[in-house]
């Protein structure tokens, strides 16, 4: 039996804190273009995580949440497409305003290794190689320390 858009968009909190929130989330083999996945289904999986991320954020902060509020603009750079396969979703508030809030998604697959660890370690390369520094997002390690 093939997944539907409901298994596809469907989150496992793994992990929270005060401004980060992961997910685990298993994309299936229906939802490619030939061996990979398609942008499409990442989008989808991008606005479920910021959808639910920012309402548990939230409440984790205190406030009211109101469950109408969704996302109404995604921006995405990929730096290879995954696997069909388990992937990490870690979303972060960066931003909350009484109109705006700002949400960086990070959906991941290298911890597995394969083509998605060797794009990080290419992107790291060339990054080093021209600008002589890199900046490193959503690693998980406390701010403070």
Do not use: N
């Not at 990979?36 to 990442?42: E, N």
């Not at 305003?97 to 949400?103: A, N, Q």
């Amino acid at each position: 039996m093939s997944a539907t858009f409901a298994d596809l968009i469907s989150l496992s909190t793994t992990s929270s804190s005060h401004s980060t929130i992961s997910f685990a989330a298993t994309v299936d083999p229906t939802f490619t273009i030939g061996p990979k996945v398609h942008g499409g289904s990442l989008q989808a999986i991008t606005a479920a995580a910021a959808r639910e991320g920012f309402r548990e954020l939230l409440r984790a902060q205190g406030h009211d949440v109101d469950d109408s509020l969704v996302p109404v603009a995604i921006a995405s750079d990929y730096l290879s497409a995954p696997d069909p396969a388990a992937v990490d979703v870690a979303v972060t508030l960066r931003k909350r305003g009484r109109t705006v809030t700002l949400l960086t998604v990070d959906l991941a697959q290298w911890r597995a290794g394969g083509d998605g660890a060797d794009a990080v370690c290419a992107a790291v390369d060339e990054s080093l190689q021209k600008a002589g520094f890199l900046l490193v997002t959503g690693h998980g390690i406390d701010p403070a320390l």
